[in-house]
């Protein structure tokens, strides 16, 4: 399984993952435990979005560790990505 990981470490309720591509793509972000269990091919949970256009946008749901996964869904072909996080105003 290939894929673009981005650990975003430690992020709030409300917290924006802003993922820049260069080509349309499937953006996830889930939580740590959700991630180990998708790199070990097993069933998780993940917020999901074919991103047709960039920058996509994902918000993070609750207070925890994050990451962000970009692939192809299974389409053939490479995929740039790069991920900044909008902080929430406090």
Do not use: K
């Not at 981005?6 to 917290?15: A, E, K, L, P």
């Amino acid at each position: 399984m290939d894929f673009l990981h981005f650990d975003i470490g430690q992020s709030s309720t409300g917290d924006v993952a802003v993922v820049s591509l260069d080509h349309q793509a499937c953006v996830r972000l889930m939580d740590h435990r959700n991630f180990e269990l998708y790199r070990s091919g097993q069933n998780y949970r993940a917020i999901r979005l074919w991103a047709q256009t960039s920058p996509a946008r994902l918000r993070v749901p609750q207070p925890g560790h994050w990451h962000v996964v970009v692939d192809l869904d299974g389409r053939t072909g490479w995929i740039g990505a790069g991920v900044n996080v909008a902080r929430r105003a406090a």
